[in-house]
């Protein structure tokens, strides 16, 4: 029972309009998706690949949420609408991290093994924001909505735009310390090869 109590309380605790357990099982496509991976990362794993993808994808028709069936996420993770989202093979998703609808969490196309994000524990990924490549989104960062995530996006931080600069840190406008992590954050991406 431990997964669906964490998976319904973080969506009444997270989203104002969900009223009881009962409604949030039945009416958020988010927790039928997230429910259905664990039977099809259990196949992956277990070295029924073409089963998994295969049951993976017909949750996908139901639910308009594609996940990879190698994807790990943690328990306690909110999928909130989810039409149009996509999870790639070797995400990583901790507990308490939000993803909204129109996310992709994508490969490059260059990168080879872990070639998808990882997103901390309590991080927000907004609406129809991209994250390409093998980043990680630390913890409790916000990734506002239409970003494009190219680079690391530390903890506790704010980023915005394509491609998508930090304007926040611990929800404070430090302009000094916002231009260093900025910095440090381009020189990551121009010696990423992508
Ligand atoms: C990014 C977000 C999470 C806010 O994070 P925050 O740390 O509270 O940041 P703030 O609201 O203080 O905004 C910080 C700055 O970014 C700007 N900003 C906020 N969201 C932005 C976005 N998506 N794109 C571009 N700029 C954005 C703000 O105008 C502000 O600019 P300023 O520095 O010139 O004042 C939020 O604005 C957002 O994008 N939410 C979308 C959530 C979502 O997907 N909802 C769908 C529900 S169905």
Do not use: C
């Not at 390409?132 to 996006?153: F, S």
């Amino acid at each position: 029972m431990g997964w669906w109590k964490d998976s319904i309380d973080i969506v009444k605790r997270q989203d104002p309009a969900a009223r009881t357990s009962l409604e949030v099982l039945l009416t958020y496509p988010g927790i039928k998706a997230l429910a259905a991976h664990r039977l099809s990362h259990f196949l992956w794993k277990h070295h029924f690949k073409l089963l998994a993808r295969m049951h993976s994808q017909f949750w996908r028709f139901l639910t308009n949420i594609e996940i990879h069936p190698g994807a790990q996420i943690a328990s306690g993770v909110f999928i909130d609408h989810g039409a149009g989202l996509v999870i790639g093979e070797t995400s990583i998703i901790e507990k308490g991290a939000m993803l909204y609808h129109g996310v992709t969490l994508g490969g490059t196309g260059k990168d080879v093994g872990k070639r998808h994000p990882t997103v901390r524990e309590g991080a927000l990924i907004s609406a129809h924001s991209q994250l390409i490549g093998p980043i990680e989104i630390g913890k409790n960062a916000k990734v506002g909505a239409a970003a494009v995530v190219l680079t690391d996006v530390p903890e506790d931080v704010t980023v915005v735009g394509v491609p998508a600069k930090v304007v926040r840190v611990h929800g404070q406008k430090d302009e000094a310390i916002i231009r260093t992590l900025q910095e440090a954050r381009e020189a990551s991406y121009h010696s990423s090869h992508l």
